[in-house]
């Protein structure tokens, strides 16, 4: 059985702040992505990654897929309180195969 | 990306009801995806629903219990049953599609709607 784990499962940081958020399974995966949720939306597409070792950057926020293809990283870096919310890692073995979350990372950024 | 629309956003329901939520895309897909995120969890799939045929089922979840209909290629409805507390969750409707990547890398990437809160006293 495929399983996601996260860590930590809470964070609370100051503004300006840097974080890392993980994501670890035993299992190998074909794709991962990171979603962002906030209070009373659905889950939002931040980055897909496919390659093993591959490395996005989207802004402040640094993605990195294990060379393995079984653990993800996310860094922020100067966290700013736009950046609360509920950061899932997502990802399926296959493309044929349904896509499973983590239990989520709950990020609060204080001013 | 798909645009999702889902109603209600939110409803409160006494025990024993039933509540039937909508899902509305703007653009033709194959499969829809119904989750379930109960409070302060993470998402778990209840079904997928492929037009023209019965919705196929996760583990711990029944039709009897959660009945969906998929009458065309934008439209889902998902049916909470003789609801006790127990089903008070935020109910979730998404669609894959190709994401950065596009949909030559394999990429299984979700578009959700805003989710349809569900209190159940």
């Known amino acids: 059985t495929q399983l996601l784990e996260q860590s930590p499962q809470f964070l609370s940081i100051q503004e300006g702040e840097n974080l890392t958020v993980y994501c670890n399974s035993s299992s190998v995966f074909s794709s991962l992505q990171w979603y962002r949720q906030e209070p009373g939306e659905g889950p939002v597409l931040l980055v897909t990654?496919?390659?093993?070792?591959e490395v996005k950057k989207l802004k402040r926020l640094t993605f990195q897929f294990g060379d393995a293809r079984k653990d993800s990283s996310l860094h922020i870096t100067a966290a700013q309180p736009g950046d609360t919310g509920l950061y899932l890692c997502?990802?399926?073995?296959?493309?044929?195969?349904?896509?499973?979350f983590g239990p989520g990372t709950s990020l609060s950024v204080i001013p | 990306s798909a645009v999702i629309s889902q109603k209600p956003s939110r409803d409160i329901c006494q025990r024993g009801t039933s509540l039937t939520i909508q899902c509305q895309v703007d653009s033709q897909v194959t499969m829809m995806f119904w989750y379930r995120q109960q409070p302060g969890q993470s998402l778990t799939l209840i079904a997928t629903?492929?037009?023209?045929?019965?919705?196929?089922?996760e583990s711990g979840f029944v039709i009897d219990k959660f009945p969906i209909s998929r009458p065309n290629l934008t439209f889902s409805t998902l049916t909470v049953s003789n609801m006790s507390p127990e089903d008070s969750s935020i109910y979730l409707c998404?669609?894959?599609?190709?994401?950065?990547?596009?949909?030559?890398?394999?990429?299984?990437?979700?578009?959700f709607g805003a989710g349809s809160r569900l209190t159940v006293l």
């Open positions: 998404s669609v894959e599609e190709g994401g950065p990547t596009g949909q030559a890398s394999g990429a299984n990437v979700l578009t």
């Open positions: 629903a492929n037009q023209g045929s019965e919705a196929t089922y």
């Open positions: 997502a990802g399926s073995e296959t493309s044929y195969d349904k896509v499973i």
């Open positions: 990654v496919v390659t093993g070792g």
